[in-house]
C-alpha cells in the first residue's frame, strides 16, 4: 500500500492512530438519491447490468467520492453477487427488492452448490476492484465488502428479502446441520471473495450482517457470529490478507458488539440505536467504531443535519478510532444537498473539538 493510502483519515482510524478530523463516508454513497447514478443506472439498464460491468461501476462508485470529498470509497457491487454466481438467478423486480429464480431448501440443493472462483464468475467484480482502484485519488482507500454468510443464506433460503424468515427459521429449527452446511460453504465462497477484492486493490474490506437481529442471542451465535469469526479467522491466518483490516455490521446487534470485537476484527459498525460512547467504552481499546447517525436526520434541514452529526461526533468524545457514517444506508429519497451539510458538519467539527 503506498503511503498516501497508508495514512490516510481513514486507514489511520481504523488503526485508532490519533487524526486531525474524523474520517467520513456514507453506507450506499452511490446510490439512487445521486440524479447522476440514476442516469448512469438508466444507461446500463438495470441494477444488475450496471454492477456487472466494470467501467459503469467504477463510473458509479465515483460519483460521490467527487461530489462530496468523502474519506473512503466502497466498491458498488453487491451481497447477492456471491449467490448469483453460484447459479441461483438473481433478479431485481422494481419496488420488491431482490429475488432468486432458484431458492436453496434441500441437502441436495445445497450439495450441488458450487463455490465461485472469484477469477472466473466473478471476475467482473475484480476487474471493477482494480479500475477503481486506479481511476481514485491516491490518497483515498477503497473498501470491499461481502455480505456475511446468514445474511445471505437468508435471501437464498428465503428466495428474497423477508418479513418473518419464516422458511430460513424452519431450516434452523427443523434442520440445523443442513443450516450450517450451507453457511459454510458461503463463508469460505466470502474468504476467497474477500481475499480475491484484497488482492486486486481494496484497502479494506466489511462484512454486512444486515439481519443477524432476525436472530435470538443463542442463535446469533450458532448462525451469524461463527461464520463472520471463521472469516476474519481465515484473512487473518492468510500472509496475503492479514494486514487488511476487517470491519463487521451486524444491524441492530448493538448489545453483542463484545461478542463482535472477540472474533479479531478492527472496526465494528453500529447503527443508530446504540449510543457510541456506551459502544466505546464496551469495545473502543480493542477496535475502531464506525457509524451510527440515523439516515432519516438526513430529511431534516441543513441546521438538524449539523446538528446531529455533532452530536454523534460528541458522544465519540474526544481520542482515536471513529469513522463517521450513517447507521445503516442513505435512503433513496434523500436531498444530495444535505450529504453536502453532512460532510460540512463533520469537517467543521475538528474546529470546535480539536482532538
Ligand atoms: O454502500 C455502497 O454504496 C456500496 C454498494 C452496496 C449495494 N448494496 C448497492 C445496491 C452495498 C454495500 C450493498 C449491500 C447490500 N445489498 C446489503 C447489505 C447492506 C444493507 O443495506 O443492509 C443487502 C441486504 C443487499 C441486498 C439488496 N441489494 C437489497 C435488499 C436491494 C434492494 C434495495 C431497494 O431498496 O430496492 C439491493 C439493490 C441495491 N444494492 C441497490 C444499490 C445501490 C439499489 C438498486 C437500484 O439502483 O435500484
Same mark, same amino acid.
Given at each position: 500500500?503506498?503511503?498516501s493510502?497508508?495514512?490516510?483519515?481513514?486507514m489511520?482510524?481504523?488503526?485508532? /492512530?490519533?487524526?486531525?478530523?474524523?474520517?467520513?463516508w456514507?453506507?450506499?454513497?452511490a446510490?439512487?438519491?445521486?440524479? /447522476?447514478?440514476?442516469?448512469?443506472?438508466?444507461k446500463?439498464g438495470?441494477? +444488475?447490468?450496471?454492477?456487472?460491468n466494470?467501467?459503469?461501476?467504477?463510473e458509479?462508485?465515483l460519483?460521490?467520492?467527487n461530489?462530496?470529498g468523502?474519506?473512503?470509497?466502497?466498491?458498488?457491487?453487491?451481497?447477492?453477487?456471491?449467490?448469483?454466481?453460484?447459479?441461483?438467478?438473481?433478479?431485481? !423486480?422494481?419496488?420488491?427488492g431482490?429475488?432468486? !429464480?432458484? =431458492?436453496i431448501?434441500?441437502q441436495?440443493e445445497?450439495?450441488?452448490?458450487?463455490?465461485?472462483?472469484?477469477? @472466473? /464468475?466473478?471476475r467482473?467484480?475484480t @476487474?471493477a476492484?482494480?479500475?477503481?482502484?486506479?481511476?481514485?485519488?491516491?490518497?483515498?482507500?477503497?473498501?470491499?465488502?461481502?455480505?456475511?454468510?446468514?445474511?445471505?443464506?437468508?435471501?437464498?433460503?428465503?428466495?428474497?428479502?423477508?418479513?418473518?424468515?419464516?422458511?430460513?427459521?424452519a431450516?434452523?429449527?427443523?434442520?440445523?446441520?443442513?443450516?450450517?452446511?450451507?453457511?459454510l460453504?458461503l463463508?469460505?465462497?466470502?474468504?476467497?471473495?474477500?481475499a480475491?477484492?484484497?488482492?486486486?486493490?481494496?484497502q479494506?474490506?466489511?462484512?454486512?450482517?444486515?439481519?443477524?437481529s432476525?436472530?435470538s442471542t443463542?442463535?446469533?451465535? !450458532?448462525?451469524?457470529?461463527?461464520?463472520?469469526?471463521?472469516?476474519?479467522?481465515? *484473512?487473518?491466518?492468510? =500472509?496475503t490478507?492479514?494486514?487488511?483490516?476487517?470491519?463487521l455490521?451486524?444491524?441492530?446487534?448493538?448489545?453483542?458488539?463484545?461478542? +463482535?470485537?472477540?472474533?479479531?476484527?478492527?472496526?465494528?459498525?453500529l447503527?443508530?440505536?446504540c449510543? *457510541?460512547?456506551?459502544?466505546?467504552?464496551?469495545?473502543?481499546?480493542?477496535?475502531?467504531?464506525?457509524?451510527?447517525?440515523?439516515?432519516?436526520?438526513?430529511?431534516?434541514?441543513?441546521?438538524?443535519?449539523?446538528? /446531529?452529526?455533532?452530536?454523534?461526533?460528541?458522544s465519540?468524545?474526544n481520542?482515536?478510532?471513529?469513522?463517521?457514517?450513517l447507521?445503516?444506508?442513505?435512503?433513496?429519497?434523500? @436531498?444530495?444537498?444535505?450529504?453536502?451539510?453532512?460532510v460540512?458538519a463533520?469537517?467543521?467539527?475538528?474546529?470546535?473539538e480539536?482532538?
Open positions: 500500500m503506498n503511503k493510502l497508508h495514512d490516510s483519515l481513514f489511520k482510524a481504523l488503526r485508532r /492512530e490519533p487524526v486531525p478530523r474524523t474520517p467520513v456514507l453506507m450506499r454513497q446510490g439512487r438519491y445521486l440524479p /447522476e447514478y440514476l442516469a448512469i443506472r438508466k446500463a438495470s441494477f +444488475m447490468q450496471l454492477a456487472t466494470p467501467e459503469l461501476a467504477c458509479v462508485t460519483q460521490p467520492i461530489r462530496f468523502l474519506d473512503a470509497s466502497i466498491l458498488f457491487s453487491d451481497i447477492l453477487t456471491i449467490p448469483d454466481a453460484m447459479g441461483l438467478g438473481l433478479y431485481f !423486480e422494481t419496488g420488491e431482490p429475488k432468486f !429464480e432458484r =431458492p431448501r434441500s441436495k445445497v450439495d450441488d452448490l458450487i463455490i465461485p472462483d472469484p477469477g @472466473d /464468475e466473478l467482473y467484480v @476487474d476492484v482494480s479500475l477503481i482502484r486506479k481511476e481514485l485519488p491516491e490518497n483515498v482507500p477503497l473498501i470491499g465488502f461481502c455480505g456475511s454468510p446468514w445474511t445471505v443464506a437468508t435471501y437464498m433460503v428465503e428466495g428474497g428479502s423477508s418479513r418473518n424468515f419464516s422458511i430460513i427459521k431450516m434452523v429449527f427443523q434442520q440445523p446441520q443442513l443450516m450450517h452446511a450451507l453457511l460453504k463463508a469460505n465462497a466470502s474468504v476467497a471473495y474477500l480475491a477484492q484484497i488482492e486486486a486493490g481494496a479494506a474490506v466489511m462484512v454486512f450482517d444486515t439481519w443477524g432476525s436472530l443463542s442463535s446469533y451465535k !450458532e448462525f451469524s457470529l461463527v461464520y463472520m469469526r471463521h472469516i476474519v479467522a481465515a *484473512l487473518k491466518a492468510d =500472509p490478507t492479514r494486514d487488511t483490516p476487517v470491519l455490521f451486524t444491524k441492530g446487534g448493538g448489545h453483542w458488539l463484545e461478542m +463482535m470485537a472477540d472474533t479479531g476484527c478492527d472496526g465494528l459498525g447503527d443508530w440505536t449510543d *457510541l460512547g456506551q459502544a466505546r467504552e464496551r469495545v473502543g481499546n480493542r477496535v475502531a467504531l464506525q457509524g451510527n447517525l440515523d439516515p432519516g436526520v438526513l430529511y431534516g434541514d441543513t441546521g438538524t443535519v449539523t446538528r /446531529e452529526c455533532h452530536r454523534v461526533l460528541k465519540f468524545g481520542g482515536p478510532g471513529h469513522i463517521f457514517n447507521g445503516h444506508g442513505i435512503h433513496p429519497g434523500v @436531498d444530495p444537498e444535505r450529504v453536502t451539510d453532512l460540512a463533520v469537517h467543521s467539527f475538528a474546529a470546535i480539536t482532538k
